[in-house]
């Protein structure tokens, strides 16, 4: 059984930093790329990270460049995201997702964890 965990959300001040992982099981995905998607409450879902399956290529959502960095230990088996600089904006279920491809792109996610919970508090 194909399993993705996220650990790391929690609560956090505004201008503070957290530090999501995704462990998988169950298959290797170090052949195919990895993204984190995030939830508002009362939002869709949205792309938040994506890495190549190499890690060399990585694409942000505007309103996260510079502020968030995905990262990918594939001997691990694990993805992770490096948020800095949060503000209440940022508040969501963050959702670790792997894709059929080896590059990034915006669909084609056929596994996903359960979601941490982050809030930013101002």
């Known amino acids: 059984q194909v399993q993705l965990v996220e650990s790391g959300g929690g609560l956090v001040q505004a201008g503070g930093s957290l530090n999501l992982s995704c462990a998988a099981s169950?298959?290797?995905?170090?052949?195919?790329?990895m993204g984190w998607f995030r939830q508002a409450p009362g939002k869709e879902r949205e792309f938040a990270a994506g890495?190549?399956?190499?890690?060399?290529?990585?694409y942000y959502e505007d309103s996260v460049k510079g502020r968030f960095t995905i990262s990918r230990d594939n001997a691990k088996n694990t993805v992770y995201l490096r948020m800095n600089s949060l503000t209440p904006e940022d508040t969501a279920v963050y959702y670790c997702?792997?894709?059929?491809?080896?590059?990034?792109?915006?669909?084609?996610?056929?596994?996903w964890g359960q979601g941490t919970q982050v809030t930013v508090s101002s």
């Open positions: 169950g298959r290797t995905f170090n052949s195919n790329a």
């Open positions: 997702a792997g894709s059929r491809f080896r590059t990034v792109v915006f669909s084609g996610y056929d596994y």
């Open positions: 890495i190549s399956w190499s890690g060399v290529s990585t």
